[in-house]
């Protein structure tokens, strides 16, 4: 059975720092990885992936700010954040694709990280 087990979200003041981490079990071996997140009245958009082994990829509005990185074998993986705005304040869901297709099948259950003004 595969489980994305996401952790690290939280309540932190504007400027500060989380981390974010996803370890996946039950998947025997990962092409891409990422995280999306999702804040009230708004669309899912991505924040950061890391697609078939190439270079890092960054949503706009956090680019500078989050670094995303991997364990051995791709897992875990991991969303260091920096800087941290009010507006990213969302739920934020890994996400693992074992396939070609992005965003992939595996979904964590998500983490809440909230940011004070």
């Known amino acids: 059975q595969v489980r994305l087990a996401e952790s690290g979200g939280g309540l932190v003041q504007a400027g500060g720092s989380l981390r974010l981490s996803c370890a996946a079990s039950?998947?025997?071996?990962?092409?891409?990885m990422g995280w999306y997140r999702q804040a009230p009245g708004k669309q899912r958009e991505l924040v950061a992936a890391?697609?078939?082994?190439?270079?890092?990829q960054y949503g706009n509005s956090v680019k500078g700010r989050f670094t995303i990185s991997t364990g051995n074998e791709k897992n875990p993986v991991y969303l260091q954040m920096n800087s941290l705005k009010p507006e990213d304040t969302a739920v934020y869901y890994c996400n693992v694709a074992v396939g070609l297709a992005w965003p992939g099948t595996y979904w964590g259950q998500g983490t809440q990280v909230t940011v004070s003004s």
């Open positions: 039950g998947i025997f071996s990962i092409n891409s």
């Open positions: 890391i697609l078939r082994g190439g270079a890092p």
